[in-house]
């Protein structure tokens, strides 16, 4: 491609279609100057439309599981073999993914990680980035999805400790950051031990927020604290954050909260806290 021709697509603005018209998704896509959005009521009228452009990134929302008949979203993908694939789903559709293999898994993010997801994507289209292909595993997703910068050893950066009662949720965690940070990464499912090294970066699993881990999540944010500022070095996953946010309230406390799957959002800001 010549320097022209590369600027020139650059500038030119990518063909999106919007399916289950929503209007903050609606709001959120057409809001962006590089993209020429249209929207659809549904797959059938996408699918179904005479005059079908070639349409490069494709973004449906999904409120509900079972919502999209499996010919349906094959159909989509036969038809548009080319297009980046976004498909927002709401909380109801968060099993999905394990129970259902209607979407492939490497085009299925909540709706809450749209933005990023989207920014990802129109990078793949402005060939700046490479593209996560559909059939991608977990794996492959993650580091899609959180884009980790892969670290010279003058930068490796310090490991720290991951709270959780899953083990499972932990060691995929453990290793994701052990591979970022270039360090290892301890796990534990006792609350004493957040005391106990309070010198480290904690990931702290507050799902299930029992009466003991709030005791000493209580001491450990507030012995972390200055004058009523965020706990440094310490972030809350939780898959109910008006619960964890409500508990911080009533114990005067701040801290960062993410959402427990959201694997991407708990990486980065691990730099921040171990900078």
């Known amino acids: 491609m010549r320097l022209h021709e590369a600027a020139e697509y650059e500038a030119r603005p990518i063909r999106a279609a919007l399916v289950e018209r929503q209007p903050e998704l609606l709001d959120i896509l057409e809001a962006d100057a590089r993209l020429q959005v249209s929207s659809f009521s549904g797959l059938p009228a996408l699918l179904e439309t005479a005059q079908q452009p070639d349409f490069e990134l ?3 929302r999904q409120s509900y599981p079972d919502q999209f008949p ?13 297009a980046r694939i976004i498909c927002a789903f709401e909380t109801l559709c968060l099993a999905d993914g394990r129970r259902r ?31 996560l292909p ?3 595993t977990r794996e492959e997703i993650v580091r899609f999805d959180s884009s980790l910068p892969c670290l010279a050893p003058d930068d490796q950066l310090p490991g720290g400790l991951i709270y959780s009662g899953d083990p499972i949720w932990a060691v995929t965690l453990r290793c994701l950051l052990a591979e970022w940070t270039g360090r290892d990464w301890q796990i534990t499912a006792e609350p004493g ?27 450990l944010l507030h012995s972390r604290s200055d004058n ?14 008006w619960k964890t946010k ?30």
């Not at 499996?70 to 080319?82: K, Q, S, T, Y």
């Not at 005391?195 to 209580?218: A, N, W």
Request: a neutral charge; proline letters at 7%.
């Open 246 to 275: 409500r508990f911080l309230a009533a114990s005067e406390c701040k801290a960062a909260v993410v959402d427990r799957l959201n694997l991407a959002r708990i990486v980065s800001p691990i730099e921040t806290l171990t900078r």
């Open 101 to 131: 293999e209607i979407w492939p898994l490497a085009v299925r993010v909540p709706s809450w990680g749209l933005p990023e997801r989207l920014e990802r994507e129109v990078a793949v289209l402005r060939k700046s980035a490479a593209s």
């Open 70 to 82: 499996p010919a349906d979203v094959e159909r989509l993908i036969v038809r548009f073999p080319l």
């Open 134 to 136: 559909l059939t991608a």
């Open 58 to 60: 494709i973004v449906v």
């Open 193 to 219: 031990e957040l005391l106990e090294q309070d010198s480290l970066r904690c990931i702290i699993d507050v799902d299930p927020l029992s009466g003991k881990l709030q005791r000493r999540l209580h001491e």
């Open 228 to 241: 009523g500022s965020e706990a440094q070095g310490v972030i809350l996953v939780t898959s109910f954050p």
